[in-house]
């Protein structure tokens, strides 16, 4: 990021939030990380539901509000739906370092979903930091195909 240091939205549910907690203290240590911002839940008695986080630590990110967002659940698959129903949001469940690399060199995604049920914090926590280290570039031959998927998201043609 030339520099810049990312702000990185997180945002968790009630079956993510040891995780989301985890994650953001760590992340509140990273050299590149300005700013983390937290849609909560803040404990596991909050029960807001998934959906509602995730939309709106994504609506964060396009917004350019936060540059990149963690979002965790029980498996992150529906962090990871809700995440993508925003406009201009690639969201991917990831948990081996090649779908980490190619999530941002070939996808140029902006959000990151994990499962509390299904990642430990220390894994987590590697993936995450390896995630921030990749910048995509859009003079890449994968910027065609990004260039794709957001124009049919505006137009709904191909």
Not at 28 to 51: H, I, M, N, S
Not at 69 to 95: M, Q, Y
Request: include cysteine; charged fraction near 25%; proline fraction near 4%.
């Amino acid at each position: 990021m030339d520099g810049k240091r990312y702000v990185v939205a997180v945002g968790s549910d009630d079956a993510g939030v040891n995780l989301k907690n985890f994650i953001r203290d760590q992340l509140q240590d990273d050299p590149r990380v300005g700013e983390v911002l937290d849609f909560g839940v803040a404990d596991a008695g909050d029960k807001t539901e998934y959906p509602i986080i995730c939309i709106k630590a994504a609506e964060a990110v396009a917004r350019g509000d936060a540059d990149r967002a963690v979002l965790f659940g029980g498996t992150g698959l529906g962090e990871a739906i809700s995440a993508n129903k925003v406009r201009g949001i690639r969201a991917v469940v990831a948990h081996d370092p090649y779908s980490i690399e190619r999530s941002i060199l070939s996808n140029n995604c902006q959000v990151l979903c994990l499962g509390e049920r299904v990642i430990a914090p220390e894994l987590a926590d590697r993936i995450v930091r390896q995630w921030l280290g990749y910048e995509f570039d859009p003079s890449s031959p994968s910027a065609q195909k990004v260039s794709l998927i957001t124009d049919y998201e505006e137009s709904g043609h191909l």
